[in-house]
């Protein structure tokens, strides 16, 4: 909170793209050597897994403070459902969630239709992971200073996504470019809200919730997007188009006179 939450957020996932950029582009560096041997590179990834375990453990150690939770009070709006703001608020998480290809999704499509070869793949996840990074930071400090308004560039973002089921390749690299851009916003700033939706003392079960609306959401998306591109991909851009306006239209309804963030 001394950070503002947007910016906290922003340096969260800033620090964690870090990794995720750095991981595939060792996975891309060993598949061109070794000709496309999964099995080598992913094992690999064992031990920046095991290192990462090791600092859990030791900032578990020296972190201050014993762990004691707050002490008890009102309910947080997010989780009694009281204040409709928020309920709008878990509308739009929603809508703009079910309306985001998930990533495999859109690797499958540009090697099936031979647009990639399997080595690039890694690389455009990469390119998508620096670029999450750098969103995260730049709308973590706009939503300290306007709140809630930044979120309305998610569904324009997400339409561009879209460009990746093309196949033309300057298309598909924008197309990502666009994909990594609301992944940054979305594990960020979309997160950072919930900490001005609920008080200190529900915060943990208010993030709970949304973490459950937010992942409900993705499945739906995976499961829904991946059979209609099988049978249509046009009827796949119809669903994100009306997901998307969707989502838009519930953070209009959330986005109310004075502070865009604070709740009734």
């Known amino acids: ?29 060993i598949l061109a050597a070794r000709q496309g041997d999964y099995r080598l590179a992913f ?54 969630a079910l309306g985001f290809a998930p990533f495999p999704l859109i690797a499958f499509h540009l090697v099936s239709r031979s647009v990639s070869t399997d080595a690039k793949i890694p690389l455009m996840f990469a390119m998508a992971m620096a670029i999450d990074a750098g969103a995260a930071l730049i709308s973590g400090r706009i939503y300290d200073r306007r709140g809630l308004r930044v979120l309305l560039a998610m569904p324009v973002l997400s339409l561009f996504t ?17 994909w990594g851009a609301v992944m940054g916003i979305q594990e960020s700033t979309l997160r950072a809200a919930v900490g001005e939706l609920s008080t200190s003392e ?42 998307q306006v969707s989502a838009a239209a519930a953070l209009r309804r959330v986005l109310g006179p004075g502070d865009p963030v604070a709740m009734d």
């Open 1 to 29: 909170e001394p950070l503002g939450r947007g910016w906290g957020f922003g340096i969260h996932e800033a620090l964690d793209q870090t990794g995720a950029v750095a991981g595939p582009l060792l996975l891309a560096a």
């Open 162 to 178: 879209l460009l990746a089921f093309t196949t033309t390749s300057w298309a598909v690299w924008v197309g990502m470019a666009a």
């Open 202 to 243: 529900r915060r943990a079960t208010a993030y709970g919730v949304f973490n459950t609306v937010y992942g409900m959401a993705l499945l739906g998306a995976g499961v829904v997007l991946g059979v209609l591109y099988g049978l249509s991909v046009p009827a796949l851009v119809a669903v994100v188009v009306v997901a």
């Open 43 to 96: 094992s690999v990834l064992a031990v920046p897994g095991f290192l990462a375990m090791v600092a859990l453990v030791v900032a578990r150690r020296t972190a201050p403070g014993d762990g004691d939770p707050p002490a008890k009070g009102s309910s947080s709006p997010i989780v009694d459902g009281v204040d409709s703001r928020a309920r709008r608020y878990l509308g739009f998480v929603f809508f703009s």
